[in-house]
């Protein structure tokens, strides 16, 4: 699912800046050394001369990192130099466990998650028609993953790769978009609910003796509930260790709180073998105002090995300019060690006015 369909337009509240220049002093203060990012699709409706325009403004603007999207990484290679000789770090953004290679449909429809109503996601997708995941316990898939991170990760001028979609569908969405599907989602649905598939239960059953179609209420078990935690973490480390023999750096995009990640994706992100994580603090999916940003970039430090760093994702098209500042200060005060700009393309001159405030 595209993260911008997801996007409601919903009112938000005046919020007024009052401590714009906090990171002017904190960096002043040389104690902590940040880093700014900036998600960036691969536009193909763009020039050469675009891109580099578009990197010397994000360099200008004291962005460290460019994240671009695409699904192979031959969709990037010709922007790596470019990004390089600004002297950005470049990193391969891509979907991971949402599936959008035709030849994977057809070739391997078992590698498909399954709902607690045995539907393949392939088959019957939830929400929209493109939500096809892949289930991260099948050996097969994990062989897939591993192989797509380190390929992308022997790219020359690449800094890392940068994992999206690496989580089960949500089981919940964010409060704030439920109603745009008209769902009140007050429990686990079995419609939503994955990975019930043979390899799943298989493995589970190995390991706590009984089928999860068995248990009295599959919502209910701790086991059921950190096996897929498990299983998740035990894909990203696979990855993480692959990249890493590569040299490279690996890092993800995650729900926005720990708390948050587990409950709606079941990703338990601060066991992650990362080399930083990227959490996606779109406030208005969950009815929140720009002061939240704060409260789950510290939910994310205080459980975040203190080696990992966290960079607090901000949803520019939910940021009026002025608000941008705030929403700055606020994922600093959380304790983040940098900001995510989603995306690079949607920072107006008057938002990149602002922002310059702040950094
Ligand atoms: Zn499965």
């Not at 509240?13 to 990012?37: D, H, I, P």
């Not at 109503?117 to 997708?125: E, T, V």
């Not at 068995?214 to 701790?222: F, N, Y």
């Not at 587990?262 to 969950?286: C, E, F």
């Amino acid at each position: 699912m595209k993260k911008r369909e997801f996007l409601r337009t919903m009112g938000l509240a005046a919020v007024s800046l009052t401590s714009g220049n906090f990171l002017l002093q904190a960096c002043s203060g040389g104690k902590k050394k940040y880093k700014n990012w900036a998600w960036m699709s691969g536009r193909k409706d763009v020039t050469k001369e675009d891109w580099i325009k578009t990197f010397s403004t994000l360099r200008s603007h004291h962005i460290d990192a460019v994240l671009i999207y695409g699904d192979k990484k031959e969709d990037i290679l010709s922007l790596i130099p470019l990004a390089n000789r600004e002297g950005l770090e470049i990193h391969h953004w891509f979907r991971s466990l949402e599936c959008v290679d035709e030849e994977i449909m057809n070739e391997h429809p078992d590698w498909f998650t399954v709902s607690r109503n045995g539907d393949s996601s392939l088959d019957k997708p939830p929400y929209i028609p493109q939500y096809k995941w892949l289930c991260p316990t099948k050996p097969e898939v994990r062989e897939y993953m591993v192989n797509r991170v380190s390929d992308s990760a022997e790219t020359d001028g690449l800094t890392g790769v940068h994992l999206d979609y690496i989580r089960y569908i949500d089981v919940i969405l964010p409060v704030g978009l439920q109603a745009k599907y008209n769902l009140v989602q007050d429990k686990e649905y079995p419609e939503y609910d994955f990975c019930y598939c043979p390899t799943c239960r298989e493995a589970f059953k190995e390991k706590e003796g009984i089928d999860p179609f068995d248990l009295p209420d599959p919502t209910k078990s701790e086991a059921w509930r950190q096996f897929r935690y498990d299983s998740l973490t035990q894909l990203v480390n696979r990855c993480a260790e692959a990249v890493h023999k590569k040299n490279k750096k690996i890092t993800a995009a995650v729900f926005p709180s720990p708390d948050i990640a587990r409950r709606l994706v079941r990703q338990d992100w601060p066991k992650w073998n990362l080399d930083g994580v990227l959490p996606m603090m779109y406030h208005k999916y969950y009815n929140e105002g720009v002061d939240w940003i704060k409260k789950v970039t510290a939910e994310g430090k205080k459980e975040l090995p203190a080696n990992i760093p966290l960079y607090s994702g901000l949803h520019i098209a939910m940021l009026k300019p002025a608000e941008l500042p705030f929403a700055v200060t606020n994922a600093l005060k959380g304790g983040a060690d940098g900001i995510v700009l989603f995306t690079g393309w949607a920072m107006t001159d008057e938002h990149w006015k602002q922002l310059i405030k702040v950094i």
